[in-house]
């Protein structure tokens, strides 16, 4: 059993820069896949970007070029720094873990955290 914590989110004006970070527990982190998924306000859940356990990561169109995930064995966190945010970036941000499966489909994590808020301002 995997447990994950967002934080990070926050309020800012187009253009800003926000750093999430997920802190795992539980499992054997090093081998845990990771995902990021978000949510516009009325939408449906929506892939960002996921890292496999070997550090090999998979980047939505996008957000190709402004996102960078990074995970951080040692602590069991994976970060997401966000770069020159867009209000269509606004959403509730969500951390997903699989031990056995990577992907771009919700399907293909079995353990997720509540989630952050971050909203982008024009």
């Known amino acids: 059993q995997v447990q994950l914590v967002e934080s990070g989110g926050g309020s800012v004006q187009s253009g800003g820069s926000l750093r999430l970070s997920c802190a795992a527990s539980?499992?054997?982190?090093?081998?845990?896949?990771i995902a990021w998924f978000r949510q516009p306000p009325g939408k449906e859940r929506e892939y960002v970007v996921a890292?496999?356990?070997?550090?090999?990561?998979v980047y939505a169109d996008s957000v190709k070029g402004r996102f960078t995930i990074s995970r951080d064995n040692a602590n069991s966190m994976v970060h997401l720094q966000m770069n020159n945010l867009k209000p269509d970036d606004t959403a509730v941000y969500y951390c997903?873990?699989?031990?056995?499966?990577?992907?771009?489909?919700?399907?293909?994590?079995?353990?997720w955290g509540r989630g952050t808020q971050v909203t982008v301002s024009s």
């Open positions: 997903a873990a699989s031990e056995s499966r990577f992907g771009h489909l919700p399907t293909h994590y079995d353990y």
């Open positions: 539980g499992g054997t982190f090093s081998r845990v896949n």
């Open positions: 890292i496999s356990w070997i550090g090999a990561s």
